[in-house]
Nanobody
Framework: VQLQASGGGLVQAGGSLRLSCAASGRTFSRFAMGWFRQAPGKEREFVAAVSRSGGTTNYADSVKGRFTISRDNAKNMVYLQMNSLKPEDTAVYYC?????????????????WGQGTQVTVSS
């Protein structure tokens, strides 16, 4: 499956952004989907994930209550709504697809990755 992330940009602290990830190729609904991020000089870290059906989600503690992951299997899309953004949210955000039923925070379970989209939050 091919993944294309978009929607990143520059936003002030407290603002919002919505990231999108378009999937093509294999059956989208067979994959749990996730968002990860990598800040300069840091390792890639888990942000959020959603199950195949969209009914179950999982979030990193750092984004709980601020970010919402969702998916539209009819459109082969997954989204990350980011509210109350903080400067520490600045990173390149990647979407990934895992051949799992439930959402997973484990990077090694992801089979496919998008190219990343830059999110910069200014203070």
């Amino acid at each position: 499956v091919q993944l294309q992330a978009s929607g990143g940009g520059l936003v002030q602290a407290g603002g919002s952004l919505r990231l999108s990830c378009a999937a093509s190729g294999r059956t989208f609904s067979r994959f749990a989907m996730g968002w990860f991020r990598q800040a300069p000089g840091k390792e890639r870290e888990f942000v959020a994930a959603v199950s195949r059906s969209g009914g179950t989600t999982n979030y990193a503690d750092s984004v709980k209550g601020r970010f919402t992951i969702s998916r539209d299997n009819a459109k082969n899309m997954v989204y990350l709504q980011m509210n109350s953004l903080k400067p520490e949210d600045t990173a390149v955000y990647y979407c990934g697809a895992a051949s799992e039923v439930l959402p997973t925070h484990l990077q090694w379970e992801y089979d496919y990755w998008g190219q990343g989209t830059q999110v910069t939050v200014s203070s």
